[in-house]
């Protein structure tokens, strides 16, 4: 009678555990999604401490790119070397070899919100055609492709893959898209509070907005260079989720596809009772990886997001999870020649195409000019991800998303904009917060700006140099005094000069003013002249990358006597 009633106690107890599993599935993605978007925060709230004009990021915001697998592996293929803090991406990599894609189903955030669109009701699935759009498709293959292409190409020496690597793609849409117009919106309705005539509403929106800048609110309200377009081209990413569930990760993911690839070797593999079965169609109904769990039907393991949702949904426990399976199943991807030889013959062909464009050399836009640190364009393309780490960081609001200026590969690669912002002299985040080394990291004596943090360099970081249109200058072609750039140098001694000339005015009086020069063996390039100069709309000095460290090409060969 004991061995009888043991029976059906242990039944139960598998029952609970089995339906427990969503839960926990849910909790692990809530807390890494907030632990994502605090990291994000992080990047722009405050920087940690600053000693002796020293600014320092102390929190390891890259941390989720340090746990990516594909871009540790694109990474060692492109530049033949492992990054710092990339190996750590084997934590992920090796427990997905014995437990399938466990990551794309509990960790991974962007996974997580594709989880939570694509479970809201939509009309494009209800009933039918719910079950019909969670059956597996020939068109999954297609993140395998991107895969292989993205990987050929990093083999090539670039890193486009990072345009679609889900970490990327998140802090580039959510840093310089999404919070900055959430920062403005949430600020926009605090501001009526903020100014109000009554005490207890001022009160209450000033203290509103101390809690909200203590938290979430960044300290400074910036703005991105297509920031419209990286949000939009978002939201239709969860759009379409809500027409076709996770599509992102089913179809287009590169990081998905390298777990999915991995995955064939796990021992961790769906069971289906086929006896207690009776085909209601539960399983897909609540599916997100497309893997066919219904009986009949062949498991595919490479497609598996391991949400458990099957396993928590099914009325007769037809479905678990268990080691060292001997069913039917598909292991590997359904890829086929036909479709590795596009990926292979696409990432071989897709570099030589974007760098017929690029802009390198002669043809290299004069006003590209890269964050200090950054590496020859070259190299700095065959490391950089896309990621916009170093844009969400930069204190000024200086770095932004390129369009063209770099080229086709070159996009959405960072780039100063001195009219916006200019570039902090004792500041190093942007070299602190990259995950590749496109940026190499360096410190602020080594970048050499400012005396105070262990004494001038001889040879600073060069970002490029200043040039005056003496056509718009005010003190050379209208008379009139203005010496704002010389003041706002910051390198000392100072790159703007001023020379004193007697001119003639209109009325044909002789007046002394100082008309400034730059001295280009002191101009770093840190865009400070161009951003204070009073021409708002069309600076009357600029910066050009000519006479950039990073590139021997860029020298000014000409010495003055």
């Not at 062949?298 to 069913?327: A, D, I, Q, T």
Request: with cysteine; glycine share 8%; net charge positive.
């Amino acid at each position: 009678m004991l061995v009888e009633a043991s029976a059906p106690r242990k039944r139960v107890e598998m029952i609970v555990v089995r339906s427990k599993l969503p839960l926990l599935r849910r909790i692990s993605q809530i807390f890494f999604l907030l632990l994502f978007v605090a990291l994000l925060l992080f990047t722009s709230l405050r920087p940690s401490g600053r000693v002796a004009g020293d600014i320092h990021m102390r929190v390891p915001v890259r941390l989720f790119f340090e746990w990516d697998p594909l871009v540790a592996v694109a990474n060692a293929l492109a530049t033949h070397a492992l990054y710092r803090g990339l190996l750590w991406s084997l934590i992920i990599l090796l427990p997905t070899l014995f437990l399938g894609r466990f990551f794309c189903g509990w960790i991974c955030p962007m996974g997580t919100l594709q989880h939570f669109v694509g479970s809201l009701p939509s009309e494009a699935k209800r009933g039918k055609q719910r079950i019909e759009s969670n059956r597996y498709k020939r068109w999954q293959t297609g993140k395998y492709v991107v895969l292989i292409a993205g990987l050929v190409a990093a083999f090539f020496g670039s890193m486009a893959i990072g345009w679609l690597d889900p970490f990327s793609l998140l802090v580039r849409s959510f840093g310089l898209a999404l919070l900055p117009a959430f920062n403005f919106a949430v600020r926009a309705l605090l501001a009526p509070l903020e100014h109000s005539h009554y005490t207890a509403v001022k009160t209450t929106g000033e203290s509103l907005h101390t809690a909200l800048q203590a938290t979430v609110l960044d300290f400074r309200q910036a703005h991105f260079a297509q920031g419209l377009v990286l949000g939009v081209l978002f939201i239709v990413i969860l759009w379409a989720s809500m027409r076709v569930t996770r599509i992102w990760c089913r179809a287009i993911c590169p990081l998905g596809a390298l777990l999915g690839a991995c995955s064939r070797w796990s021992i961790l593999g769906l069971h289906k009772d086929a006896s207690s079965c009776d085909k209601c169609n539960r399983c897909l109904l609540h599916c997100q990886g497309g893997d066919d769990p219904i009986g009949g039907a062949p498991w595919r393991k490479s497609e598996c997001l391991m949400c458990m949702n099957c396993v928590g949904s099914c009325p007769h426990e037809s479905l678990s999870f268990r080691l060292f399976r001997n069913e039917r199943e598909v292991a590997s991807p359904d890829l086929g020649r036909r479709r590795t030889l596009t990926g292979l013959a696409a990432g071989a062909a897709v570099v030589p195409l974007m760098r017929a464009n690029t802009g390198l050399g002669k043809s290299r836009h004069e006003r590209l000019l890269r964050p200090p640190g950054s590496l020859d364009e070259n190299d700095f393309l065959s490391r950089c991800i896309r990621c916009g780490e170093c844009m969400k960081v930069c204190p000024n609001n200086s770095l932004h998303p390129t369009w063209d200026e770099a080229g086709i590969e070159g996009l959405w690669t960072p780039t100063l904009v001195p009219r916006i912002g200019y570039c902090e002299p004792s500041c190093v985040l942007c070299s602190e917060v990259c995950p590749t080394g496109a940026i190499w990291q360096i410190t602020p004596k080594e970048k050499g700006w400012v005396v105070d943090v262990g004494g001038q360099q001889s040879q600073p970081v060069r970002l490029g140099t200043a040039f005056y249109d003496r056509g718009r200058c005010l003190p050379w072609a209208l008379a009139t005094e203005c010496i704002v750039c010389e003041e706002w140098c910051p390198v000392s001694p100072k790159a703007i000069y001023v020379e004193e000339a007697e001119v003639i005015d209109s009325l044909g009086n002789v007046k002394k003013l100082k008309q400034p020069r730059v001295d280009a063996s002191r101009c770093v390039g840190c865009g400070a002249c161009e951003y204070a100069c009073p021409l708002q709309e069309h600076p009357a000095v600029y910066v050009t990358s000519i006479g950039e460290s990073r590139s021997p090409a860029s020298q000014i060969l000409l010495n003055r006597k």
